[in-house]
């Protein structure tokens, strides 16, 4: 799983770094099948990474509302703040805790930590398939997803 997690930074960096080609009106023009607009989509992946991390790790969710935000440098800015903190779980992380329950504040039931983790693995890659669909839409090359064209 870690390795999906390199992987899913790695590629989020690389859609900070494309996104700086699309003019900051078209960052946030409202799309078509996904959480709203490129900008928004790249805030979600960063918050919901945040928040399932620290429910996990029983410390309360951190709400930085979109509205203060809405810039490409200042989601970036937001993701890199937190990306200490998810980066030490996750290094520390170990399969022992797989099927660990850890109640999540704004739930009603437990969840394991290893379908947590899971869950965001797949989140995030559900996003950037969507961001590469309107990438092309612009007329831009999207980030590569390979996987095996990395040097994890």
Same mark, same amino acid.
């Given at each position: 799983m870690k390795k999906l997690f390199l992987y899913n930074w790695q590629i989020r960096t690389e859609w900070f770094e +494309?996104? =700086?080609? !699309?003019?900051?009106?078209?960052?946030l023009v409202n799309r078509v099948g996904g959480a709203g607009s490129i900008l928004y989509t790249l805030y979600h992946i960063v918050d919901v990474e945040y928040s399932w991390i620290?429910?996990?790790?029983?410390? &309360?969710? !951190? =709400? !930085? &509302?979109?509205?203060q935000v809405q810039t490409l440098p200042l989601v970036r800015e937001l993701s890199d703040s937190w990306h200490h903190e998810v980066r030490s779980f996750i290094d520390n992380?170990?399969?022992e805790l797989?099927?660990?329950? !850890?109640?999540?504040?704004?739930?009603?039931?437990?969840?394991?930590?290893?379908? #947590? @983790? +899971?869950? @965001?693995?797949?989140?995030? #890659?559900h996003h950037v398939g969507q @961001?590469?669909?309107?990438?092309r839409e612009l007329g831009i090359e999207p980030v590569s997803a390979s996987l095996?064209?990395?040097n994890l």
């Amino acid at each position: 799983m870690k390795k999906l997690f390199l992987y899913n930074w790695q590629i989020r960096t690389e859609w900070f770094e +494309r996104c =700086q080609l !699309v003019p900051h009106e078209e960052l946030l023009v409202n799309r078509v099948g996904g959480a709203g607009s490129i900008l928004y989509t790249l805030y979600h992946i960063v918050d919901v990474e945040y928040s399932w991390i620290r429910g996990i790790a029983g410390k &309360p969710d !951190v =709400q !930085v &509302p979109y509205e203060q935000v809405q810039t490409l440098p200042l989601v970036r800015e937001l993701s890199d703040s937190w990306h200490h903190e998810v980066r030490s779980f996750i290094d520390n992380w170990s399969s022992e805790l797989e099927h660990e329950l !850890v109640d999540i504040s704004w739930n009603d039931r437990p969840y394991s930590q290893g379908d #947590i @983790l +899971r869950h @965001l693995i797949a989140h995030e #890659i559900h996003h950037v398939g969507q @961001l590469s669909i309107w990438m092309r839409e612009l007329g831009i090359e999207p980030v590569s997803a390979s996987l095996v064209d990395r040097n994890l």
